[in-house]
């Protein structure tokens, strides 16, 4: 680790008295060191982070424009995109900024999962991620019902409905809406958790970093950097390569917002919301709907549980099921790379999630419905099968002897001359 | 008040319930709007024509409650034209200092009146189906502007076998055929005052280019906007990609 050895006299005089600027360095500056061989797979937790500044930014803009109330909150929104000076763009980065947020994070997730990065000893970094991508969801769901469309408030009225199948249900569900149904209360309380929820998850992202940090970075082939000559400083690589992605990202990005910003909505959400007229296809927002088709595949009652109170369970279930992983996964072996059984069903599981999406967004009747079934056996079944046999019976191929090796010319961990000039660098 | 929006909403939901059952999808054709494509800006003479068509025709039923007078300057009018169209209508202002409610000339930064008082109202006068406000329609449905021109344009006479009550006309586009709205348009149904034939063709792509405008009033400056700050990206991130080259050059 190279030491932090500010020039500047004024920086020099506040690092003594508050070792921030060091902080810094060793977060995200030449202090720390980090495997030389990530894949721009890793570049999505940096955006991650980018994508929820963003949102926090126009978040709290429109904030000072938008009304939390039944009776105005479509028509201020309205307002928004009409009187307010860029009000649209806002509200549009906004709004697609979410999607790019669960985009990112899938994506992220999905990396995780196929490069064994929840392994040993980084099992509470991912319970952590696991913890965001639910505070997430709690914070997109808060959101979706501001505008007061259509879709917002049938989106409320089901997901808040599914607790009346624990026991007590009727009685949490008014309680959450404040009323006997979604009304004003439930707007407002609504609004005051979309505008909490984001700050709690800036905290948790610090915690995220923070086991990051005890360990570092995983990497694409799993085994631990066994010297300086494995590792490079975060700045100049990192930083110039995560801005790199940042450009393709925010090229995207714009893309979508200035040229399509309502594809990935429902048209439905710019008719206001009307108690009485139930729209004939409620579907969530696309980052929803896997959830949303395995709670509808479960069209049975098993002995005293109804098929209601079965699929919420599932529902949530398939989330929360990710905390596990580290344990129902016991291979010693953590990337893909060297798993060739464990390689074709991540693939596979990646396709249900598809086929879950897919489904989600179709009216729960056959076909859709047999597949969806199918397709929800299947991501439990992945999880609770296929991980724990393969931990057991999977060949797995030889590891590399070091980071160094397969990125390097003539093997990197004998290489300690050319190999090491990065670190000696920094 | 709160009744009698319920009250009507309930009539109305029944009337799609019920015409929803015989639902069998009619995708609308494609058409080729100004609008549409990444360039795509507003036709402003298509816009002025489709107001004086919901001025003339739509008007009679549908709101408009999102646009004011003043927003009219986007389909390329004076200050004065939209001061002598806003002074066409009568507003409900006040309370006066006595307390009384009373009627006055339209001013620009008034917004268009609603046809009726209330929902109730509007129902009462249209065999039970509230006519919906037009402000955000072309957003508001799948398919928009397109779906929007088949709708105006899709009316035929039904099938053997479909029986239509009174009140109801058959539609090639509407979900489920039945709808309660009579068919808006007939040849000649407005007199275009720059002498374009008022076909039923024409008088449906010409709204529907207004409509397109009160949904999405900011569309020509977002798609502006929006090639400069693709060009910036591309070229910065071009410029990020020679640099990131450039520092891990010493690496490989």
């Known amino acids: 680790m190279s030491e932090f050895k500010p020039t500047n006299p004024v920086i020099r005089w506040i690092e003594h008295r508050l070792p921030i600027f060091s902080f810094i360095d060793h977060a995200v500056g030449s202090g720390y060191p980090t495997p030389r061989n990530l894949n721009y797979w890793w570049n999505y937790g940096s955006l991650a982070g980018i994508a929820l500044v963003i949102l926090i930014i126009t978040g709290i803009v429109l904030a000072m424009q938008y009304t939390p109330h039944a009776d105005y909150a479509f028509d201020s929104v309205e307002r928004i995109m009409r009187d307010v000076n860029y009000g649209w763009l806002l509200r549009y980065i906004h709004m697609n900024g979410a999607s790019f947020f669960f985009i990112v994070v899938y994506i992220h997730l999905f990396r995780g999962l196929y490069y064994g990065s929840y392994k040993e000893p980084r099992e509470l970094l991912w319970m952590i991620g696991v913890t965001l991508l639910l505070l997430m969801m709690a914070t997109a769901f808060t959101g979706y019902v501001l505008p007061w469309g259509q879709l917002s408030y049938w989106a409320a009225r089901v997901i808040t409905n599914m607790f009346t199948a624990f026991p007590f249900g009727e009685t949490i569900v008014t309680w959450l809406w404040g009323g006997y149904t979604v009304g004003n209360p439930t707007l407002n309380r609504f609004y005051a958790f979309h505008y909490l929820l984001p700050f709690v998850i800036v905290g948790v992202v610090f915690m995220h970093i923070w086991a990051l940090h005890r360990f570092g970075s995983s990497n694409p082939v799993g085994i631990e950097a066994d010297g300086p000559q494995d590792k490079i400083p975060f700045h100049p690589y990192y930083t110039v390569k995560d801005l790199f992605g940042l450009g393709v990202y925010l090229t995207l990005f714009a893309a979508l917002v200035f040229f399509a910003p309502n594809m990935l909505g429902e048209t439905i959400n710019y008719v206001e919301a009307d108690p009485l007229v139930t729209p004939a296809h409620i579907v969530p927002e696309w980052y929803f709907l896997p959830y949303y088709a395995i709670l509808r595949s479960v069209t049975f009652d098993i002995w005293f549980l109804s098929a209601k109170l079965i699929g919420v369970i599932l529902m949530f279930g398939s989330t929360l099921i990710l905390f596990l992983v580290p344990w129902l996964d016991r291979s010693p072996v953590r990337s893909a790379r060297f798993r060739p059984w464990y390689k074709w069903f991540f693939w596979i599981w990646v396709f249900d999630v598809a086929v879950l999406t897919w489904v989600g967004a179709n009216l729960p009747v056959p076909p859709y419905l047999y597949i969806g079934q199918v397709a929800s056996v299947w991501y439990f079944f992945h999880f609770l099968v296929i991980l724990p046999l393969l931990s057991i019976f999977e060949p797995t191929k030889p590891l590399p002897s070091s980071i160094g090796e397969p990125v390097l010319k003539g093997g990197g961990a004998s290489a300690a001359g050319a190999a090491s000039k990065p670190m000696e660098k920094a | ?252």
């Not at chain 2, 620009?108 to 046809?115: E, I, L, N, T």
């Not at chain 2, 280019?209 to 991130?237: H, Q």
């Open chain 2, 1 to 252: 008040m709160k009744k009698l929006i319920i009250a009507a909403a309930v009539v109305f939901a029944g009337l799609q319930a019920g015409t929803a059952r015989a639902a069998e999808d009619t995708d609308p054709p494609a058409r080729d709007w100004s609008f549409s494509g990444v360039f795509g800006q507003y036709d402003r003479a298509a816009m002025q024509r489709g107001l004086q068509v919901y001025r003339e025709v739509c008007a009679g039923c549908h709101s408009l409650r999102l646009i004011a007078f003043r927003n009219l300057e986007a389909l390329g009018y004076g200050e004065d034209e939209i001061e002598a169209i806003a002074a066409e209508y009568t507003v409900v202002d006040g309370p006066d200092d006595e307390g009384e409610m009373f009627e006055r000339p339209g001013l620009p930064a008034d917004r268009f009146p609603s046809p009726f008082a209330n929902p109730k109202a509007a129902a009462a006068a249209n065999n039970g189906a509230v006519p919906p406000d037009l402000s955000l329609m072309i957003k508001a449905r799948d398919g928009g502007a397109d779906y929007v021109h088949a709708l105006l344009t899709g009316y035929v006479d039904p099938p053997d076998g479909v029986e239509l009550l009174d009140v109801q006309s058959y539609n090639l586009y509407f979900p489920g055929h039945l709808t309660a709205m009579a068919p808006p348009l007939s040849e000649d149904a407005v007199a275009y005052g720059d002498g374009t034939p008022a076909t039923v063709e024409r008088m449906a792509s010409d709204v529907v280019s207004f409509l397109a405008w009160t949904a999405e009033p900011a569309m020509e400056e977002r798609k502006r906007m929006g090639i400069k700050v693709i060009l910036f990206l591309l070229v910065f991130t071009g410029v990020l990609y020679a640099v990131k080259r450039k520092v891990w050059a010493g690496l490989h």
